[in-house]
DNA sequence: GGCGACGGTGAAAGCGTTTTCACTTGCCGG
DNA sequence: CCGGCAAGTGAAAACGCTTTCACCGTCGCC
């Protein structure tokens, strides 16, 4: 099965490797009646251009790179599967760039210009946001950049609005007559996203809305893990006036902490409420109440905005909002007395 | 900042691009001082070569193809990112194709000739047994293929013992006293891998083992998701002979069944105990008996077999499989009278 | 002291596309 | 009828590397 090149196609179709080129890439300037014989011709030899000597010739290589702080986690594989979806869909290679640490965060976002830039023709960078430094080197190489998690500005951005949610998991909370709220969050440390100070910010505005103080003592950070959000809950149930409901900034953290909860022979929602944040599939196996974010959406959404930036005409910085849901179950309820 | 070539770095360096090539690539037949001052000197540019360019020229690229099922699922996402962690490592790029339905598969696998083999060095297939005519047309374009969680015959796999796993779990249950076991298996229809017959088979031979009689009507086929379980065990409740305990294939369709179980009002491991296959993160806060796999290290096996291929001299097919473990937690106790 | 071998090097030929540019036609309007 | 313009086409120059091959010293060896 000897390699079939354009070349090939051009012989028995009896027309030049340009005039192949331009009638399978569906350019102007070709005769319908050639454009016909090409294709036919190609396809009968099954032949596929070589996409590294495409990517050469044209300076364009049909890939966006992906760049993701952790698969494992649910959100990130939604979200990545999104991308995948309508990349795919559009024939667009994806490569995936596991952003573990700092070392390869210099690696990938920093020194950008040799690292992606000529293997992709843009990059989404989920749950990360650049520093300042990073986002200058990011603009001299001019590759185009959407992020989705993060409201960057300069940059197209698809964000859950953090705020909002958070707010309607702590109302929803309030309104059952809670008082005492505990906050487990995820430090930037942890999860250099914006997310945890946004959701912050939700939680604490809602209570202020509320006239409700919020003691900084009932506030654990978790790591976005289950483990994480056990030992959170831990923490805050060894105070001595401890929490009556906690809000829990992932649901992986959430059933973490109801497990600490059932672990000190409290029970879920009667002695503790607990809500959580994401709808994982399984969150419903616990009865949790959460907030629902539809992360594959918010994949797709990105890799929508940018195939039209590589193929569309220049604009200006777009920024969507994708609308969270609270979905009420049976891991919160009113305070016991 | 113009783009910085082989040829710059020749110029300033004073050698010829083929020695600049060489030097900076560790090939043999460059003096230490030449290579010295060709690194130095490209360092000092910030010289990268463009990855199209060598693999064109080259006719290798560098960058291995990962075909997965679904990512979000727990499993897909622990083999993914450690297939990631050693490719990155190793100076690979990893080109991720979901493989959603049918349509996807052909194009992946069946014309992995034009699809995949002029993008990828090889391929990695997570859970997929590709069918007879696919094998063939694999081998026909000279791929290296690494199979990971099937063992496929002639190719590369690396799998865990899934019989074995299965037994354990099974053989636990016996051991605790119950007679009646349920499976909720996943059917291959809804997950083309081969773990589901495996299992299958290891819990039938633990029961078979024991001289225990299995009713083919206590099994029901979930699809992996939390949901799939949960359906499934309500269906092995409305049963008029309930089992008293059932083995889930999955963690997630382990925890939907014990939600099924909550709320018929049975309590677990009471009057049920369901034990599930995984470990996922958050499997210790429901305190589910599970089989412990390690997924993440079967993608950093399958990655390293892959890099050997690629460098090493060509060798036998290799298997290797990873050990399971059982880890027993609370979903599962003596039957109850 | 000659001779082969070998390490180090450069020139140049690819690799398989895309894209520019120049060159035909055929057609239209004047 | 002729000039000009547009559509259709091909030749050839990139694109930025890798790799082969030939070449030149230097060495070790008989």
Redesign the pocket.
Known sequence: MA?V???KVAERA??????V??A??GL????P??RDRVVSVAAMLN????PN??R?????TRTVAVGVVAIPIWYTGQVVSGIEAVLTNRGYDLTLLLIADELVRTRALGDVGGGVSKRADGAIIVDLVPTVTERLLLAEHRLPWVMVGADCPTIDSVVIDNVAGAMSATRHLLSLGHTRLGLISGGPAAFPSSSPPERRTGFLRALDEAGVRFDPNHERVGDFSALGGYEAMQALLDLRQRPTAVFAMSDEMAMGAMRACEEAGLTVPGEMSVVGFDDVDWAFTVGLTTVRQDAAELGAIAARLMIERLEGEACDRRLVSVPTELVERSSTSAPSQ
Chains 1, 2 share one sequence.
């Open positions: 390699r090149t354009i070349e009896g027309v030049s490797v340009a005039t080129s331009r399978l890439r102007p300037n070709v005769s009646k050639t032949y596929r251009p070589d000597a495409a050469l010739a044209a300076g364009r």
